[in-house]
């Protein structure tokens, strides 16, 4: 069945830098590649996704991008803000309805 | 703005009691799940139900039963409650027809003892 790794699990960086966070995904037939973001104590938010027949789509300081020979996609955020720090996850469409979904990563801005 | 709330943001239980976690979407969505979140697992599928009375096994559904009866509540039944279940557990509804966006609920932290 489908498998989604992401990496890392935690990302450090300062204030105003990019961060980069990447998944792979096994099944070719994915189609559809959401990323949330889970601010601590609250719930999982979409804020941006992609599908198979596009390569990037940018929306103000973020960013994703799907390579779908390497079967990869990343999130770009750039000029990193105080309150990007959250856990984000990746995801991947198998079907209609189910996602599959990374193991997080857990992003931390230093001032 | 979609609302999907959950019947408690706290429980704790006892090994073997029977738990039942509601769900209510105010947004005529016909698809939701159940997901349990722990610490570097991501979101794991449970149950997932495309329409009213129609339920599907996700990727974890031993130990848990769901029922719904109704388009905009989503019930997660655990039959006999056991360690092992104490986890966060998310509901999230989506609309059938698209966009493919899922709205979560707040969750629910069940602590099993």
């Known amino acids: 069945g489908e498998n989604v790794e992401q990496h890392p699990s935690t990302l450090s960086v300062q204030e105003g830098d990019s961060a980069v966070i990447k998944c792979t995904y096994s099944?070719?037939?994915?189609?559809?590649f959401p990323w949330y973001k889970q601010e601590l104590g609250k719930r999982p938010q979409l804020i941006i996704d992609?599908?198979?027949n596009v390569g990037e789509k940018k929306d103000q300081r973020i960013a994703v991008t799907l390579n779908k020979t390497a079967k990869h996609f990343s999130l770009h955020i750039t000029e990193t803000q105080p309150e990007d720090s959250a856990v984000y996850f990746c995801?991947?469409?198998?079907?209609?309805?189910?996602?599959?979904w990374g193991a997080g990563t857990k992003l931390i801005i230093k001032p | 703005d979609v609302k999907v709330t959950q019947s408690s943001r706290y429980l704790v239980k006892r090994t073997g009691e029977k738990v039942f976690l509601e769900c209510v979407q105010d947004?005529?969505?016909?698809?939701m799940f159940w997901y349990r979140q722990d610490p570097g697992l991501g979101l794991r599928l449970i149950y997932f139900?495309?329409?009213?009375?129609?339920?599907e096994k996700g990727d974890i559904p031993e130990g848990y039963s769901v029922s719904r009866e109704k388009k905009e509540r989503f019930s997660l039944i655990l039959e006999s409650a056991s360690t092992n279940q104490t986890s966060m557990y998310l509901c999230?509804?989506?609309?059938?027809?698209?966009?493919?966006?899922?709205?979560f609920g707040p969750g629910t932290r069940l602590t099993v003892t």
């Open positions: 099944d070719s037939a994915s189609n559809y």
């Open positions: 999230a509804s989506r609309s059938g027809a698209g966009p493919y966006e899922q709205y």
């Open positions: 992609i599908r198979s």
């Open positions: 995801a991947a469409s198998i079907s209609n309805y189910q996602l599959i």
């Open positions: 947004m005529d969505h016909e698809n």
């Open positions: 139900s495309y329409d009213v009375k129609m339920k």
